[in-house]
């Protein structure tokens, strides 16, 4: 490896001539001296110097005294450098990228995502996104998960027939996946806890902020639980890790974007879908926009809570394989998970029986047969079950405020964008 | 969550009367006396009674005393038990999932994948793997890497036209990621270290053991290399520490398979492609499945290692974004891991120079016209880099010596094999 101490810890090497590496990422030319800020993993340092610097983005290795310097990033600063040119860019970046705030449109940012990202904001977010996965990882790994690898090429349409990407495959028709809910389900049947951080592909035809053709989907299917309330505390789990693991491996980047973390109650608030109908005063099968908003500030108000479950969603509005509430015909152990005023997580309890699933697709007037590989999973013997999917982008945005999904995607995929 | 104690916790219980959830993994009616096996995540527990036992893979909550016996799985026993049925399967198993030794063909196990992966020694391949990729991360997360998710629908083929599936995206044409390589890529340029792990696509045309359509690829990449040598010590560490990790977290899957974990030397030996050549007394311009095993013979005899680096292969064989060792034109800065006579990584040193690449593919008499959103990465600076990819499925068929892919796959996809 290239011999050389990063840029944070530069200050702990005072009095000691080293080497670093990375991008030049600003030159300040004064009169009498020039100012080279040097870009790597770690942060930002500054080598003090006489000559000429080469241009921004320049991929260098500077080698000098490293001498204390409070006015400096970090500190201390390089004095006396030799500067080597490791790669010079043959075009300057689409914008300036050492300028604190991001001078440039959402479009120029995704068409020149490989230099737009090295902006420490932009790449900040997917900071957090990387320590939020492992945090997913390690609570679900802590409860005696089993990490699984599911097929994205599938034979049949999973969550419903629209919004399906058609491939060929082999000359026979098939789909890119939308979930991996049916794999989940039958590795639940092997390892009883499972999980799968993996991309899922929705055929969106709408253009929205809060959409993307691949996400990233944070998924987790167990058995034996009493109803969804179980799935509910192990959601309840795995979001406070995400959360500790932000907190422990991202801090610079939620100091930059100045994000607000929330906490995690140790039992998040949880109100079942009619009385959240009688206190928004609607009678939809469904909540509006406006009602998860106002939702989730009473919910602040009244419980001192970021996040807020709301349970029984009505059955008609839940997928086939949803687990009805015993109680109260017509609605689900069903659940959606609201953060900041926007469904973030959903889940529920599922079908565990055969003969339910035959009930259940027959009473929606749909054939059995296209569903029969998935069904199989039902005639060995399941126990109860439920799961949930967390969208990434979708958690890694509202923590970072960021008003489009795009923003916190290294290389979105929508109706209009298919490169870079 | 429904009370109870794990199968692999009940001798911790002697005395008590404990309730254990699980699969009835097989029954034994004797004269006076019947013996039910409850399957668990964690493994076996059996409970005595005189009753009727409901029939295999029936899921059970069972509760009793807990009796110390040395010839019970475990070394204690339930007695005095109650059963409750939680549900019923409605078709046997396809084969006895009881039996220590598969009676199945593995057509058979593929077709009835979510009852047959039940079956312990077929469940232990995946709990190998899904250790070996937490191992992966572990280790790379030490060497201050970055975990990112890329594109799988991409504008291009990526590592070559052939074996790239053909998607419909929103009526325009585009393909399924046959490699991150790119992405990737452009993230060293961000992050300086990634890695990804995450579902390739290949529409390989032939059926073989070792190929699939659907693999997951472990891949990693770094910048502010000396050259692909600084590549292979990170290659070393990530090997080094998904054995590790499969040691610790996955050691009775290894004991149930018998498998036989190998060394890693502190320094994996390495011979250039041209005195394998000269050893095996061959002049063609890539190794034959021959030559590899024979190579892999030589290091273990000679090295007592049960891995071995060729370097250098000719530049002709490897993919135009390879770096060619600036010492011997025509052979690269490129390199293949073998394991136990066969490649299980390919990796090298990248291009970094804007110019090179365009040489590069002039040379190769390529247009760079449809790579421009590629070659864009390093028209704005990138450091030396290099990287890795390593087949999951093919690693954890060789670590527990499975003669197919197919069997240390859950559901795997081929030329032939699109459910379940």
Do not use: C
């Not at 399941?382 to 982008?393: D, K, N, R, S």
């Amino acid at each position: 490896m290239i011999s050389r101490v990063l840029s944070a810890e530069l200050a702990e090497h005072a009095g000691q001539r080293v080497t670093i590496a990375g991008w030049v990422h600003r030159r300040r030319l004064l009169k009498s001296v020039s100012f080279l800020v040097v870009r790597d993993r770690s942060g930002l340092a500054q080598a003090v110097t006489a000559g000429d610097l080469p241009a921004e983005e320049s991929v260098v290795q500077v080698t000098g005294r490293v001498t204390v310097n409070p006015q400096a990033p970090g500190g201390a600063e390089l004095t006396e450098p030799e500067i080597e040119l490791l790669s010079r860019p043959v075009e300057p970046p689409p914008f300036d990228l050492f300028r604190p705030v991001v001078a440039a449109t959402l479009p120029t940012v995704l068409d020149h995502a490989p230099a737009a990202l090295r902006h420490p904001a932009l790449r900040a977010p997917l900071e957090i996104s990387a320590a939020s996965v492992a945090g997913f990882r390690a609570a679900l790994d802590r409860l005696g998960f089993t990490e699984v690898h599911t097929p994205k090429i599938v034979a049949s349409a999973t969550e419903s027939g629209a919004n399906v990407f058609g491939i060929d495959y082999f000359g026979r028709p098939a789909y890119l996946a939308q979930s991996p809910q049916f794999y989940k389900q039958a590795m639940a049947g092997v390892f009883e806890r499972v999980y799968e951080v993996g991309p899922v592909f929705r055929a969106e035809p709408h253009d929205t902020v809060r959409h993307l053709a691949q996400y990233t989907s944070l998924d987790a299917e167990l058995g034996f639980v009493r109803d969804h309330r179980d799935v509910m505390a192990v959601l309840r789990e795995a979001v406070a890790g995400m959360l500790e693991s932000v907190r422990e491996r991202a801090a610079p980047a939620v100091a930059l974007l100045g994000a607000e973390l929330p906490g995690v109650p140790e039992e998040i608030p949880a109100i079942h879908f009619t009385e959240a109908q009688r206190m928004t005063g609607e009678d939809e099968p469904d909540l509006s926009p406006a009602q998860e908003r106002w939702l989730s500030e009473w919910a602040l108000k009244e419980h001192g809570s970021e996040f807020l479950f709301v349970t029984g969603y009505p059955m008609a509005k839940r997928p086939f394989y949803t687990h009805p509430d015993p109680g109260r015909p017509g609605y689900s152990n069903g659940f959606d998970l609201l953060f900041r005023g926007l469904e973030l997580v959903t889940g529920g309890q599922r079908l565990h029986r055969h003969q339910d699933y035959l009930d259940a697709l027959a009473a929606r007037g749909e054939s059995a047969e296209p569903y029969e590989g998935y069904l199989r999973t039902f005639a060995y013997g399941m126990p109860p079950h439920g799961g949930f999917a967390i969208g990434l982008e979708r958690w890694t945005a509202r923590l970072t405020g960021a008003a489009n999904i795009r923003q916190v995607t290294a290389f979105p995929r929508d109706l209009h964008r298919l490169t870079p």
